[in-house]
Nanobody, 123 residues
Framework: QLQASGGGLVQAGGSLRLSCAAS????????MGWYRQAPGKQRVLVAT???????NYADSVKGRFTISRDNVKKTVYLQMNSLKPEDTAVYYC???????????????????WGQGTQVTVSS
């Protein structure tokens, strides 16, 4: 499973760092990422990072947000700087995980979501 943390309330221009750790019987993790959902809107991509470190960002966060990961800790991070009120949303982490089966062999890749963490930016 994925456990996200680090959300909170911050003033515009401030910073927050989100973390999301994967746990359980895991063989490997491919792409990890962050998505967000503002009230009344669809969930949208914020940033993704491959196992090798290749990143992809939504245009709205380029230059302000940085995604990174620690493959040993099975954790993905999102450093958010220069936050704006329009960044207010529930942030969800996501990962493509190959779990280990009861026989100790890798199973089919599955898409996992964290529980979401609220980020609120006041003006």
């Amino acid at each position: 499973q994925l456990q996200a943390s680090g959300g909170g309330l911050v003033q515009a221009g401030g910073s927050l760092r989100l973390s999301c750790a994967a746990s359980g019987s895991i063989f490997s993790i491919n792409v990890m990422g962050w998505y967000r959902q503002a009230p009344g809107k669809q969930r949208v991509l914020v940033a993704t990072i491959t196992r090798g470190g290749t990143t992809n960002y939504a245009d709205s966060v380029k230059g302000r947000f940085t995604i990174s990961r620690d493959n040993v800790k099975k954790t993905v991070y999102l450093q958010m700087n220069s936050l704006k009120p329009e960044d207010t949303a529930v942030y969800y982490c996501n990962a493509d995980i190959f779990p280990l089966g009861p026989n100790g062999l890798p199973q089919v890749k599955s898409d996992y979501w964290g529980q979401g963490t609220q980020v609120t930016v006041s003006s």
